[in-house]
């Protein structure tokens, strides 16, 4: 399974971003989908998760009502809308998918979103 993260780039506080992680190869064997972010610094982090079906959302507790996941399983792609971003909302996001019941674990390379105050 191959992640491309896109979406990413420099907006100034109160704004948004919609991140998108298409997902390509063997697709099938995607469970759960989520993203983690990693700050200059700093270890990397859960920003929030997504079920197979897009059923049920989890959230980090400092994204909990500005972060939205979401995925379209016919696109292959999951996305992450981001609205009243905060300079500590800057870091490389991470698109990351579970294929447990394979055994693999699969990580996109990150797109960079930069918030300016």
């Known amino acids: 399974v191959r992640l491309v993260e896109s979406g990413g780039g420099l907006v100034q506080a109160g704004g948004s971003l919609r991140l998108s992680c298409a997902a390509s190869?063997?697709?099938?064997?995607?469970?759960?989908m989520g993203w983690y972010r990693q700050a200059p610094g700093k270890q990397r982090e859960l920003v929030a998760v997504i079920t197979s079906s897009g059923g049920s959302t989890n959230y980090a507790d400092s994204v909990k009502g500005r972060f939205t996941i979401s995925r379209d399983n016919d696109r292959n792609t999951m996305y992450l809308q981001m609205n009243s971003l905060k300079p500590e909302d800057t870091a490389v996001y991470y698109c990351n998918a579970d294929a447990a019941f394979y055994g693999m674990n699969y990580w996109g390379k990150g797109t960079l979103v930069t918030v300016s105050s």
């Open positions: 190869g063997s697709t099938f064997s995607i469970n759960a």
